[in-house]
């Protein structure tokens, strides 16, 4: 089992920036992907950014140039920089680390955007 737990969301104004942190305990073990999802409200969650083991990221076209998905393995910890933030990025994060066909979820951490 992997527990994990997100923390540094908030209220931020447009333009504004914030920095997800997604502590991750447990059997980390032959993690191959870890990413951050958001869900907003009446719509699916999707995948904001994901990195896997070997370091290769990708992001959603909506936040590109804008996010940064990084981690610290010593620390076992995925982060997500967000900058230049907008009002459509209000939503609930979610971080997600998968080992094979087994995903893992935190319970979340809500970010508004909003003046």
């Known amino acids: 089992q992997v527990q994990l737990v997100e923390s540094g969301g908030g209220l931020v104004q447009p333009g504004g920036s914030l920095r997800l942190s997604c502590a991750a305990s447990?059997?980390?073990?032959?993690?191959?992907?870890m990413g951050w999802y958001r869900q907003a409200p009446g719509k699916q969650r999707e995948l904001v950014a994901g990195?896997?083991?070997?370091?290769?990221?990708n992001y959603a076209d909506a936040v590109k140039g804008r996010f940064t998905i990084s981690r610290d393995g010593a620390k076992n910890t995925l982060y997500l920089q967000m900058n230049s933030l907008k009002p459509e990025d209000t939503a609930i994060y979610y971080c997600n680390f998968r080992r094979g066909r087994y995903d893992y979820w935190g319970q979340g951490t809500q970010v508004t955007v909003s003046s």
């Open positions: 990195i896997t083991s070997g370091d290769t990221t």
């Open positions: 447990g059997s980390t073990f032959s993690i191959n992907f």
